[in-house]
């Protein structure tokens, strides 16, 4: 067996594939969230919709969106076939199970990628269909900035948004540190500095993320 | 005498490893808080014995917390309430009166039950038998100042090397993973000059037995680690995830 | 059968370096064909399975545990001895030999004992290139520790645990070669037979624990290492499978038993709490360098320890040994425990205890620390928490072992220690070559008698394992299998394994017919309290010739009111212990007659009627310089004697004042 596919057809290689499109998620989270925040300028949406603009617009990040789309599902369907995988290797489930030596969103990174997968297509459906595959936005019928108003108008979806913040604060508080110990980043020096990145970073940015819905709904944002 | 306890001990009993298995209830009258949970077994077995039923088969040895035979699933935890102890350690003062234990067999597919509470652990073996060791002969070896390992070098692989090979890693592991009793072996002989010249081949061969076992992937949850009775740390896991990158990217033989 | 012990000629300094060179060589392709079955997987047996193998021979490894890693050699904790000299204390392989024999009271042979010290340091580096972490110093060179009955530093140690790590490096020796297919391992296997053929070892019936069904293996070779049998006394520190079943076997298939009467009571280790005790854990000899060993000077005084103020403290072990003080070997302080403990000067609950103190070694390492960290004017407080650190550093894994057990925190209270059966000396009797009397039988490790005489040193057991495993066997196998070589295996349909299988069958069956009531346990506790109250630490005559009638009357008993559930044909813990209890109710009379027999005090071995004025071991060597080789038979033992000669030694009264 080659080297290559004996690593991507172990434990480890699977979790190394984990953690690396899980860390290139969250460099995409970054910049969706650092776009997405310029509508706390509260400035109409103007520079958002520049942002949005440059952002659909650009051939680099166009690219970028082809790989991300297939990080995504890799990391989808790596993640699910882990969870069978591991599932199969406890065949027999406890009684009773205390649980208290770690966390519970730690063992439940499954169910939370897919309370985050399915909020994704709804989420996609919402922005990145219309944008792309209507003419809505290029037509010039409206902008990205009037169609989150739009969206955000109803409550429910407000609430759905809100709520999956929450289950990527969880996902993100385990996998961002969980990616570096899975790829061999461990230093004695360094390793306290990015779990305590980690943290914060799965905070502030669901944060922000939620903020958006929220900020829009009660109209705090004009 | 006074502090004594009864208990109730819910007991998973499995005529071997076809058996579809039970829990049992046992009464335990007069338990004294100085008794290992072990010694509370033997009494259980020895009322079992007189009344003429089948005594509870688990596994033991040392009782003395380095052998590594012991192996109960007690109250939802692999080795009982405590940390840092393995179950023949466990003595009776950390329950009180009127108590009710649960006790499992560990839970992996990699470790099938044989009968009651003892499972097969053979699998840990065939891993040490796939890489676990330095290829040197006896007879080969130079004088042992020859050469020279820091102390912090000596100490870190003696931390990684205490680990007893209970399976209590895998058995609190969601995924029951061995990756940290697997990592605990390969670091130990990684950090060490002894160990360096077969490291890219040692990290291949038993992390491909690893696999060829059944055991889980990592997700690194940590409950390994928190219920290791020797308390091998996480960063061995990440060691070996690196060694293993490194041997199959990196290395030319691999 | 004649006792031979085939010492070879010559001075003592060259006898094994001249022998090895002569021992007649097996072809690698010969090697080939020739099985040899290795019985047992502690430190004795993973490293001549392992060497062995590596060597070319058919290997095939037996233990009646889950895996050959839990052997019991695992919790030795202490160290292992070797003359390296590395401290420059004035250590050698003379002294390490005269160490161990005056250690033994003079009742070793010089041979074995002389090529033991010879091949020590080779054995650290065995281990070191293995991977064994040993302590190392900040210069990165190996670390050495003081231990009990020597003057110089020549204890490699791995903090607490080196039994542990020397286990696992000969493990993964082993393992190694089971990956490699050169040995074969066969895991929860109890050997319950061994097989004859023309009065040579041949195979062995050993019983699957699983599937309880008996096997038949054949071999040129058996190697018994199948430890001791310290659990005859039911409470030791074995561990809870430590049995002498396969030695008893070979044994009674006529293979003599060497010394049983000399066993080792280790003075520390952690006092019986009460009736359910299972077994006693001990606490490594090593803290005699830091603790202090003393009693009340009042008896029966019920004082904290703490309230008990320095004069009225009695530091016997200094008192009585001024130079060796705590660090006396085993027997000594253990003798000397007891002592006091039966003169009412005893502690605790039970006052069968004594104290070990940390407080003043803990108080001298905190004043070096407050200097080494420049603290000006340390107040007591200060010094002890320094001085707690130091010492956490040293044995942090015994001090919470303690706790764990009793409750006691043993870095605010003096420890409680009572000696406890912890190793016997005696065993299998083997010559030079570590054969018994039976061709191709071989005993290594604690299952033979041979190197430490009538009392152990600290931190010589795990040498001896591993220097019969990995340098002596290999070499002197060869002289046997040499002769072999034109012997191809031998079908396991041979009558010899059929009726060997039929009787092991037959005796199994036994067992779960007699349907008594009375567990084996009951029998085995009875026992121990036998043995303990007196054949254990004090014997006299009228008490031996008690025990050895009460023995015969519980064998009786146990044969006609034990009861054993389950089949034979399944996993049955209670089966296995039946066997081996019945086992360690014969052993149990032999060991008397044996301390009967020798009417003299030496080492392990204190007959009352033998004393100093001082009470101290009063040995016979006119008498008693043997071997007692004692060979069984249907009706009664028969006592050969290996007369000991001492040609490099002058042999003298044995004292540590």
Not at chain 1, 140 to 150: A, H, I
Not at chain 2, 77 to 90: N, Y
Not at chain 3, 297 to 314: H, L, M, Q
Not at chain 3, 449 to 455: I, K, R, T
Request: charged share 20%.
């Amino acid at each position: 067996m080659n080297a290559l596919s004996f690593l991507l057809n172990s434990t480890i290689g699977k979790k190394i594939v984990m953690g690396l499109t899980g860390l290139f998620l969250i460099s995409f989270l970054l910049v969706h969230c650092g776009v997405n925040s310029l509508i706390f300028f509260n400035d109409g949406g103007e520079l958002f919709n520049e942002g949005a603009e440059f952002m659909g617009t650009n051939l680099l990040i166009r690219t970028v969106e082809i790989l991300l789309f297939a990080g995504l599902i890799l990391h989808s369907i790596q993640g699910l076939y882990l969870v069978y995988l591991n599932r199969k290797s406890r065949n027999v489930s406890y009684h009773v199970n205390s649980g208290k030596n770690s966390t519970w969103y730690s063992k439940s990174m499954g169910l939370l990628g897919t309370l985050i997968l399915i909020f994704l297509i709804l989420h996609l459906k919402h922005f990145w269909v219309t944008s792309r595959f209507t003419d809505q936005i290029t037509g010039g019928y409206t902008t990205l900035f009037d169609e989150m108003k739009v969206v955000f108008s109803e409550l429910w979806v407000v609430i759905l948004y809100v709520f999956s913040m929450f289950s990527m604060a969880y996902h993100l508080l385990h996998g961002f540190q969980s990616a570096f110990q899975t790829l061999g980043l461990n230093h004695k020096k360094y390793t306290p500095f990015i779990k305590k990145l980690g943290f914060w970073f799965s905070i502030i940015l669901p944060f922000l993320f939620a903020m958006m819905p929220i900020s829009m709904y009660l109209g705090w944002i004009e | 005498m006074s502090g004594n306890m009864n208990l109730t001990l819910k007991v998973w009993r499995q005529k071997n490893s076809s058996d579809k298995g039970r829990f049992e209830t046992y009464k335990m009258q007069d338990i004294s808080p100085d008794m290992s949970f072990l010694e509370m077994f033997d009494v259980l077995n020895e009322q079992l014995i007189n009344t003429g039923e089948e005594p509870v088969v688990f596994d033991h040895d040392c009782r003395e917390g380095i052998c590594g035979m012991c192996s109960m699933y007690i109250n939802g935890r692999p080795h009982g309430p405590k940390d840092a102890i393995t179950t023949c350690q466990l003595h009776m003062r950390s329950f009180k009166d009127g108590d009710i234990i649960v006790v499992e067999p560990w839970r992996a597919a990699a470790f099938p039950v044989l009968k009651d509470l003892a499972v097969d652990r053979s699998a840990f073996d065939r891993i040490i038998a796939a890489g676990g060791f330095v290829s040197v002969n006896t007879g080969n070896a130079q004088d042992g100042n020859n050469l020279p390992i820091s102390k912090v070098d000596a100490d870190e692989a003696f931390a990684s090397a205490a680990c007893i090979g209970c399976g209590a890693c895998v058995a609190a592991c969601k995924n029951a993973s061995a990756m940290l009793f697997v990592s605990a072996k390969v670091n130990q002989l990684s950090i060490l000059p002894q160990g360096k010249p077969e490291r890219m081949q040692r990290v291949r061969a038993m992390v491909a037995q690893m696999d060829k076992e059944g055991f889980g992937a990592c997700t690194n949850t940590g409950a390994c680690s928190a219920e290791c009775p020797k308390e091998i740390s996480l960063s061995n896991i990440a060691a070996l995830n690196r060694e293993f990158l490194m041997a199959n990217l990196i290395d030319q033989e691999g | 059968m004649s006792i031979n012990s085939n010492i070879p000629e010559g001075p003592l300094e060259t006898k094994w370096t001249k022998y090895k060179s002569t021992i007649p060589l097996v072809n690698p392709s010969n090697k080939r064909n020739l099985e040899v079955l290795v019985i047992g997987s502690g430190l004795a047996g993973s490293s001549a399975a392992a060497t062995l193998a590596e060597m070319g021979y058919k290997v095939k490894c037996f233990c009646f545990q889950d895996s050959p890693r839990r052997a019991h050699s695992i919790a030795a904790q202490g160290g292992i001895n070797a003359a390296k000299n590395y401290q420059n204390d004035g250590d050698s392989v003379y002294r390490l030999f005269y160490d161990t024999i005056k250690g033994g009271d003079y009742r070793a042979r010089e041979a074995n004992v002389y090529r033991l010290a010879e091949i020590s340091p080779n054995i650290i580096d065995q281990c070191v290139a293995q991977g064994v972490p040993f302590a190392r110093e900040y210069g990165g060179m190996l670390s050495n520790r003081s231990f009990g009955g020597t003057q110089v530093q020549r204890t490699f140690y791995a903090a607490g645990q080196t039994g542990q790590q020397l286990l696992l490096g000969a493990y993964s020796a082993l393992e190694r070669q089971i990956g490699m297919g050169t040995v074969e391992m066969y895991s929860r296997h109890e050997m319950l037979e061994l097989v004859m053929i023309d009065g040579k070892a041949r195979g062995i019936i050993a019983r699957n624990l699983i599937t309880g069904k008996l096997e038949r293996h054949f071999g040129h070779a058996v190697l018994m290492c199948t430890g001791g049998y310290g659990n005859v006394f039911y409470l030791s520190t074995n561990a809870m499978g430590s049995n002498v079943t396969a030695a008893w076997k070979v044994h009674k298939k006529g293979a003599y038993f060497g010394n049983p009467c000399f066993t080792q009571i280790h003075p520390t280790c952690i006092p019986v709490s009460g009736d359910h005790q299972s077994k006693l854990t001990l606490m490594s000899e090593s803290l005699r360098n830091d603790g202090r060993i003393w009693v009340p000077k009042k008896a029966g005084d019920t004082r904290k320890a703490s309230e008990i103020p320095e004069d009225e403290r009695d530091y016997y072990l200094e008192r009585r040994y001024p130079a060796f003080g705590n660090l006396v070997p085993r027997d000594v302080a253990s003798r000397a425990a007891k002592e006091r403990c039966d003169a009412g000067f005893g502690v605790g609950q039970s006052k069968m205890a004594v104290y070990l103190d940390f407080k003043f070694n803990m108080m001298r390492y905190g004043r070096v620390e407050a200097t080494k960290q420049g603290i000006e004017n340390p107040g007591d407080d200060q010094i002890l928490a320094l001085g707690k650190e130091v010492v956490k550093e040293k044995y942090g894994n015994l001090f919470d072992m303690y706790k764990q057990i009793t409750g006691e925190d043993p870095y605010e209270v003096p420890m409680r220690i009572y000696p406890a059966v912890h190793y016997t000396m005696g065993g299998l009797w083997v010559d030079y070559n570590l054969m018994t009397n039976i061709p191709g039988l071989y005993a290594l490790g604690e299952a033979n008698f041979s190197d430490h005489g009538a009392n152990r040193l600290g931190a010589s057991a795990l040498m001896q394992g591993l220097a019969d495993g990995y340098f002596v066997i290999p070499y002197t196998i060869g002289a046997y299998l040499s002769k072999e070589i034109s012997t191809k295996a031998i079908s396991v349909d041979h009558p010899a394994f059929e009726e060997a299988e039929n009787s092991v069958r037959e005796k199994l069956g036994k067992f779960i017919s007699i349907k008594g009531s009375k567990s084996v346990d009951h029998f085995h506790k009875k026992l121990g309290k036998i043995m303990w109250d007196k054949c254990g630490m004090a014997r006299n005559e009228a008490g031996l010739k008690e025990a050895i009638e009460e023995i015969k009357a519980l064998r009786t008993e146990f044969w006609q009111d034990v009861r054993v559930p389950g089949s034979i044909d399944e996993l049955n813990p209670e089966l296995e212990k039946a066997g081996r209890v019945a086992d360690f109710i014969e052993l149990g009379e032999l060991m008397c007659m044996d301390a009967l027999d020798r009417n003299e005090s030496c080492g392990g071995h204190f007959r009352e009627e033998f004393q100093t004025e001082e009470g101290e071991a009063l040995r016979d060597d006119n008498a008693f310089s043997y071997v007692s080789a004692w060979q069984y038979g249907e009706n009664n033992w028969t006592l050969h004697k290996e007369e000991l000669k001492f040609e490099n030694i002058k042999i003298a009264q044995r004292s540590y004042k």
